[in-house]
């Protein structure tokens, strides 16, 4: 009898730690399985160096990129995003162009800021990849739905793709993962004292999307703006470096000569940094915060306003005027990027398109 107690005790034991290392397995399976994502983009120089960061991360599955009208007019950036999966090899990428204007008023292109081709002049393969014939809007819907709960979007341009997806079909806001994504401020714009430019391009997309009620994570120039590449971080880069880091490389020059020229100690790779967040969450530090979207104000349309405190005034009407009763409070909608390990980051980024 004891024997077989023995016998059945064993059983049991070995039977647990199958369970229990078939879960362990599991649990690593699902920790190393990519990250599926979308990223929304207007290429521009700072797209292309997100772009390209997001293809050569094996943590990401970038499952379609989708064109914005922002930095570029929406069919140079079609173009210039076809041209770089000509060079990183992946015309199996779906690209798709979404919208040519914002939800209210004219476009506002970025030549300034993006130089020649929107690239900073810096010279793409011909292109030999096919654009995916469908819209944007509707190619985040139909992957959203797809992968329920698996996709994470990288707005990194206008928001209008991901407002337009909203308004068609809102039962995607709860099938999203998260959305992180490059724009905003909380300390001041960059087109003007107010308003950062992906905000200002379309306000009234951008107040969709802060307010969707999905995760939001808002890496802005309050971290973008202090994490500057130098020629050193270039020159490593140029190292062994294949035709992806020659681009790269030649984009990042561009951007450093053109940010030292209006005051800045080196090239911000803005658009890099919303891709590197969704790789590695720890090279940022976020609050959560009530942001709001300025989208009337003479001065400050596209402003990104955030509510540090968490309460508003609670006023009453008294007579022929206001009185102060109390606060309200109100709760966060957006972990916003207050600061950032640049240094990490710039080595993070120059080692995963060394050599590329």
């Known amino acids: 009898m004891r024997n077989a107690q023995t016998i059945a005790i064993r059983i049991i034991a070995i039977a647990l730690l199958t369970a229990a290392i078939h879960c362990a397995a599991t649990q690593t399976a699902k920790a190393q399985?990519?990250?599926?994502?979308?990223?929304?983009?207007?290429?521009?120089?700072?797209?292309a160096l997100a772009i390209l960061l997001?293809?050569?991360?094996?943590?990401?599955?970038?499952?379609?990129?989708?064109?914005v009208a922002g930095n570029v007019t929406a069919p140079i950036g079609?173009?210039?995003?076809l041209a770089i999966t000509v060079l990183a090899n992946r015309c199996d990428?779906?690209?798709?162009?979404?919208?040519?204007?914002?939800?209210?008023?004219?476009?506002?292109?970025?030549?300034?800021?993006?130089?020649?081709?929107?690239?900073?002049?810096?010279?793409?393969?011909?292109?030999?990849?096919?654009?995916?014939p469908r819209f944007g809007p509707d190619v985040i819907i139909e992957l959203v739905h797809k992968y329920p709960h698996e996709v994470t979007l990288?707005?990194?341009?206008?928001?209008?793709?991901?407002?337009?997806?909203v308004l068609k079909d809102p039962t995607i806001v709860p099938l999203v993962k998260r959305v992180v994504l490059m724009g905003g401020s909380i300390s001041g714009g960059n087109v003007n004292g107010a308003a950062e430019f992906n905000v200002m391009a379309d306000p009234e997309a951008a107040n969709i999307v802060f307010n969707a009620g999905w995760p939001?994570?808002?890496?802005?120039?309050?971290?973008?703006?202090?994490?500057?590449?130098?020629?050193?971080?270039?020159?490593?880069?140029?190292?062994?470096?294949?035709?992806?880091?020659?681009?790269?490389?030649?984009?990042?020059?561009?951007?450093?000569?053109?940010?030292?020229?209006?005051?800045?100690?080196?090239?911000?790779?803005?658009?890099?940094?919303?891709?590197?967040?969704?790789?590695?969450?720890?090279?940022?530090?976020?609050?959560?915060?009530?942001?709001?979207?300025?989208?009337?104000?003479?001065?400050?349309?596209?402003e990104t306003i955030a509510n540090r405190n968490g309460t508003i005034d609670k006023t009453i009407p008294v007579g022929d005027h206001?009185?102060?009763v109390g606060?309200?409070?109100?709760k966060p909608n957006v972990d916003v990027a207050t600061n950032i390990d640049a240094k990490s980051f710039l080595n993070f980024f120059v080692k995963r398109l060394q050599s590329k």
């Open 33 to 47: 399985s990519p990250q599926r994502v979308i990223i929304d983009t207007d290429p521009g120089t700072d797209d």
């Open 54 to 67: 997001a293809l050569n991360s094996p943590e990401l599955k970038v499952e379609a990129l989708t064109i």
């Open 78 to 81: 079609l173009d210039n995003a």
């Open 93 to 132: 990428l779906p690209v798709a162009q979404g919208a040519q204007l914002p939800i209210h008023g004219k476009l506002t292109i970025e030549p300034f800021w993006n130089g020649p081709n929107g690239l900073g002049g810096a010279q793409l393969p011909a292109n030999r990849c096919n654009a995916d």
């Open 154 to 165: 990288i707005p990194i341009g206008p928001e209008t793709n991901i407002a337009l997806a």
């Open 216 to 302: 939001i994570t808002m890496v802005g120039l309050d971290v973008t703006e202090i994490t500057l590449m130098q020629n050193s971080d270039v020159a490593e880069l140029e190292k062994n470096a294949g035709p992806e880091a020659k681009f790269a490389a030649a984009v990042a020059r561009f951007q450093i000569g053109l940010y030292q020229g209006t005051g800045f100690g080196g090239g911000a790779i803005h658009d890099a940094l919303a891709v590197g967040a969704v790789i590695d969450p720890t090279f940022l530090t976020t609050k959560s915060l009530r942001v709001d979207v300025e989208t009337e104000g003479r001065f400050a349309r596209g």
């Open 322 to 324: 206001f009185e102060t």
């Open 327 to 330: 606060v309200i409070e109100v």
